[in-house]
């Protein structure tokens, strides 16, 4: 077989994979690529897989399928990146077709609503614990540790839009990198 053609189908799989087993988005998904992406297949690094987000979060379209194109660009060029994003979103597709053709709406079964309840439970935890190796990996100083924080309190107790604090993030960082030369 090929070995650009093994590439891609490594590509697909290991992100239909991700795409299968996750639940709740982007956020979600982060604790599974850091296992896959980063420990396994050693495809990126700790800080590349910040920054993807950081991009896909900040850009249109859904994060995963912005980190997954990222990624598959990162492996193998545009074509990497067309198979990555196929990979991370089949699973969805799928499972939304089945579900739209056997029941028309799931939230009467209680039994569904209490699965619902206890994935919700278990991806608020997946994040949490991904949010604090990010923090625990990218804390450089004191500095960084400050910012962080005033960029929780802004966005969470103010109300200020995301967009705005990466925006003066990345304008404070500017200024900082300036000074420093």
């Not at 598959?72 to 077709?97: D, E, H, R, Y």
């Not at 028309?104 to 309840?117: F, G, H």
């Amino acid at each position: 077989m090929n070995e650009t053609l093994k590439i891609l189908l490594r590509l697909y799989f290991a992100f239909f994979k991700i795409g299968s087993f996750t639940f709740g988005g982007g956020y979600a998904m982060l604790p599974m690529m850091q296992d896959e992406l980063i420990n396994s297949r050693k495809w990126i690094t700790d800080d590349e897989l910040l920054d993807y987000y950081a991009v896909g979060q900040s850009t249109p379209g859904i994060i995963a399928v912005n980190v997954s194109t990222f990624v598959g660009f990162k492996q193998a060029g545009i074509i990497g990146g067309i198979i990555a994003t196929l990979g991370v979103i089949t699973p969805s597709i799928v499972i939304i077709t089945l579900l739209a053709t056997l029941i028309t709406s799931i939230d009467k079964y209680p039994l569904v609503q209490k699965a619902l309840k206890g994935i919700n439970v278990a991806v608020a935890a997946l994040i949490t614990d991904a949010n604090f190796n990010f923090v625990k990996k990218t804390s450089k100083g004191m500095a960084s540790i400050l910012i962080m924080a005033a960029s929780f309190l802004l966005i969470y107790f103010f109300n200020l839009p995301s967009y705005v604090v990466i925006l003066a993030t990345a304008l404070l960082a500017l200024i900082v990198y300036f000074w420093r030369r």
